[in-house]
């Protein structure tokens, strides 16, 4: 059979993104308690398409998916965009995945173990070089309320989310950034409910304190060279957010120098560095 896709095309028109999307796909993560977790994935797959070519065959980005399956992990996130690369014939490729991450938390005074929900996300891009970035969105709850006259609390509720973007130097676990996050929006929340005394009155947090916090906290990661942070405050009718970006002045200390070989050009976060 002749094969269409690949004759010239005369219309000398390049086509950025062409590919398939939203393929659920079972992948597994690395969990720093339990080695290995197993989530489920909202895959995207899509290359840039030179103008000399008439188009792609879609069959093939899920044939590359298939074949790396068992190993369709964070640790094969880069072998993949190769394949795609070279299968395709493309200049550039790029694969996104979404999925959730489960953690177990530990409750409130007096309250069992909670699991924690977390949206997670990596881009990948393959042109000359690889580039990779983690987005980890963590919730937000309302400060503390004080106890009501009966002594009990008032519901938390979800006050809105803290959505960080990262590019790295070397590994990291998912477990540690989370940590760090909800460490530091513990604090904002404690500080913030003790400014009021009063029950009547609303408890607020400030979106701009809270992406600088978070800002100040990630800004001291060794192995951290670029974030963005993101504050949403979700309000009835309307919302509030604050962002910020930062890079780091020069390496991260401890990187392979730029002139080595062996240097992996796209940190991976799902090898185990041991």
């Known amino acids: 059979m002749k094969d269409i896709q690949s004759q010239f095309d005369p219309r000398r ?40 070519f008439k188009g792609t065959h879609m069959s093939r980005f899920v044939e590359i998916l298939n074949r790396f399956r068992g190993e369709v992990n964070l640790h094969g996130f880069q072998l993949i965009l190769e394949e795609m690369k070279a299968r395709l014939d493309a200049p550039a490729a790029h694969m996104e995945m979404e999925f959730p991450y489960f953690l177990h938390r530990p409750g409130s005074t007096g309250r069992a173990t909670r699991i924690g929900r977390y949206r997670c996300r990596m881009h990948g891009s393959l042109q000359q070089e690889s580039d990779l ?73 400030s979106v701009e304190n809270m992406a600088k916090a978070l800002g100040e906290s990630l800004s001291g990661h060794p192995h951290i060279k670029w974030f963005s942070v993101l504050v949403d405050n979700l309000s009835e009718g309307f919302s509030t957010f604050a962002t910020i970006q930062w890079q780091r002045p020069g390496d991260c200390p401890g990187a392979p120098e730029r002139n080595d070989p062996g240097a992996a050009r796209c940190p991976d976060p799902g090898k185990n560095p041991n």
């Open 13 to 52: 028109i390049d086509i950025k993104k062409v590919g398939v999307k939203n393929i659920s796909y079972p992948i597994t993560v690395l969990d720093k308690a339990r080695k290995v977790q197993r989530t489920v994935a909202a895959v995207n797959m899509y290359v840039y398409l030179p103008h000399q």
């Open 133 to 205: 970035t983690l987005e980890i969105t963590v919730p937000i709850a309302a400060p503390e309320p004080l106890q009501g006259e009966r002594g009990m609390p008032r519901s938390l509720g979800h006050w809105g989310d803290a959505v960080l973007t990262l590019r790295f130097c070397h590994f990291i676990w998912l477990e540690d950034i989370i940590d760090m996050a909800e460490e530091v929006i513990g604090r904002q929340r404690t500080a913030t409910a003790g400014l009021f005394q009063d029950k009547d009155r609303e408890f607020t947090l």
